[in-house]
């Protein structure tokens, strides 16, 4: 089926808008930036353990150490 010059600028006006969207989109920054060693062995340990697994590990770790930290809890 072909499109009619009406919806193929129709679809040509929504495509753009697709795309203006998506280049107006926020970046997603990590919190914490890892080094590139530090990424290839949590890629790795995902792999061999799975990423639950080892997503879990992480925020254990990360938990404890920052209970270590005298935190102002503001609400």
Known sequence: ??????????????????????????????VVQFTEEVLEKIEKAMEQYGVEVIEERINKVVEELLSWLELNEEK
């Open 1 to 30: 089926m072909k499109a009619s010059e009406e919806e193929s600028k129709r679809f040509d006006k929504a495509l753009d808008e697709f795309i203006d969207l998506f280049n107006n989109l926020e970046s997603d920054v990590p």
